[in-house]
């Protein structure tokens, strides 16, 4: 995982100048969301706008309705196999390059990627995709203190689309199972995912900030490019379940400033609470790219709101499989 990290951040002071070149028109569009597809919607927020308070950044998301009829959200990944040294390594990809594979209608950045072989590179922590285990969730030991096991956060998403977060291992069932805590868990519980992939930090937990950074050893204090998801929630008791799913890239912020970010904004455009949201891989490998709607017949045009040189072995998309 440092060595994701490292790339991350190296790669981010080669690619951060070409933040402000990839929104130049959304400046006219702030504050009012532009509809990229049936259920999808599009947001700039520029730096300074009260949903950016206590920042310098500025934020591009997409926020996916989880009512609208054949939307769904998935981890994809390809070709992720084995190697000889038990690394698992998958074809790699830009988000843009994804999103046109998978005919998605917008899509993030996946999870932390290790070293590069040919065109694959090194799948880091639980990758599952087609309710198919390919790379495994395991608890491993500090490097700073190897009495403490430490388990990474994780986004999956059941079969009908449900997202859930928390901190996931696999079994050797092939199962998913989420633990009460990243540091030295003590309980755990199966989880029924179609797919679902690592990353972190857990910035919300159960509607209440939890940064997680220190627990998960993923300490990253300055502010940098991060993409991040995050949901709400509808319904009461246990009927209550997800209704917007927002996956977003933030220009320069800390872990706590996303944290803060999310829950303004569903408190400000839903008024709501935001209910969980995690980091996935950041630094020049944030990227964020959707359909341009004004060439809805086109289906390979696409807008690089947040365009990057890195390619990356996993990926978050929204798809519609509707007719």
Same mark, same amino acid.
Request: proline letters at 6%.
């Given at each position: 995982?440092?060595?994701?990290?490292?790339?991350c951040i190296?790669?981010?002071?080669?690619?951060?100048?070409?933040?402000?070149?990839?929104?130049?028109?959304?400046?006219?569009?702030? +504050?009012?969301?532009?509809?990229? !597809? @049936?259920? /999808?919607?599009?947001?700039?927020?520029?730096? #300074?706008?009260? =949903?950016?308070? %206590?920042s310098?950044?500025?934020?591009?998301?997409?926020?996916?309705?989880?009512?609208?009829?054949?939307?769904?959200?998935?981890?994809?990944a390809?070709?992720?196999?084995r190697a000889?040294?038990?690394?698992?390594?998958?074809?790699?990809?830009?988000?843009?390059?994804?999103?046109?594979?998978?005919?998605?209608?917008?899509?993030?950045?996946?999870?932390?990627? +290790?070293?590069?072989e040919?065109? !694959? @590179?090194? /799948?880091?922590?639980?990758?599952?995709?087609? #309710?198919?285990? =390919?790379?495994? %969730?395991?608890?491993?030991?500090?490097?700073?203190?190897?009495?403490?096991?430490?388990?990474?956060?994780?986004?999956?998403f059941?079969?009908?689309?449900?997202?859930?977060i928390?901190?996931?291992?696999?079994?050797?069932?092939?199962?998913?199972?989420?633990?009460?805590?990243?540091?030295?868990?003590?309980?755990?519980?199966?989880?029924?995912?179609?797919?679902?992939?690592?990353?972190?930090?857990?910035?919300?937990?159960?509607?209440q900030?939890?940064?997680?950074?220190?627990?998960?050893?993923?300490?990253?204090?300055?502010?940098?490019?991060?993409?991040?998801?995050?949901?709400?929630?509808?319904?009461?008791?246990?009927?209550?379940?997800?209704?917007?799913?927002?996956?977003?890239?933030?220009?320069?912020?800390?872990?706590?400033?996303?944290?803060?970010?999310?829950?303004?904004y569903?408190?400000?455009?839903?008024?709501?609470?935001?209910?969980?949201?995690?980091?996935?891989?950041?630094?020049?490998?944030?990227?964020?790219v959707?359909?341009?709607?004004?060439?809805?017949?086109?289906?390979?045009?696409?807008?690089?709101?947040?365009?990057?040189?890195?390619?990356?072995?996993?990926?978050?998309?929204?798809?519609?499989?509707t007719?």
């Open positions: 995982v440092r060595l994701g990290v490292l790339v190296v790669g981010g002071a080669v690619v951060f100048g070409a933040w402000s070149r990839s929104h130049q028109g959304d400046a006219q569009s702030t +504050g009012k969301p532009v509809e990229i !597809a @049936k259920g /999808v919607t599009y947001r700039y927020v520029p730096d #300074g706008d009260p =949903l950016v308070e %206590g310098h950044s500025e934020v591009m998301a997409l926020e996916a309705d989880l009512r609208a009829p054949g939307l769904r959200v998935e981890a994809v390809e070709n992720a196999t000889q040294s038990g690394r698992v390594f998958g074809d790699a990809y830009t988000v843009r390059d994804w999103c046109m594979r998978r005919h998605a209608i917008g899509g993030v950045n996946g999870g932390f990627f +290790g070293s590069t040919g065109s !694959a @590179k090194e /799948v880091m922590g639980l990758l599952m995709t087609e #309710g198919q285990v =390919l790379s495994p %969730g395991r608890k491993v030991r500090s490097p700073s203190t190897p009495s403490h096991l430490i388990v990474r956060c994780a986004l999956g059941t079969a009908s689309g449900t997202p859930r928390g901190w996931l291992t696999s079994d050797k069932n092939g199962g998913v199972r989420a633990v009460n805590r990243p540091l030295d868990p003590t309980s755990n519980q199966l989880w029924n995912l179609r797919s679902a992939v690592a990353c972190g930090p857990r910035l919300i937990a159960n509607g900030p939890m940064v997680t950074d220190r627990e998960e050893r993923l300490v990253s204090p300055r502010a940098l490019p991060r993409t991040f998801v995050a949901y709400d929630m509808e319904g009461n008791g246990r009927f209550k379940k997800p209704r917007h799913l927002l996956i977003g890239v933030a220009s320069q912020m800390t872990y706590a400033q996303v944290a803060a970010f999310t829950q303004r569903f408190r400000t455009v839903h008024r709501s609470e935001c209910a969980d949201a995690l980091c996935l891989d950041g630094g020049g490998s944030s990227q964020l959707c359909r341009d709607p004004a060439r809805r017949s086109t289906p390979d045009a696409y807008l690089e709101k947040r365009p990057a040189f890195t390619t990356v072995p996993t990926a978050l998309l929204i798809r519609n499989d007719p």
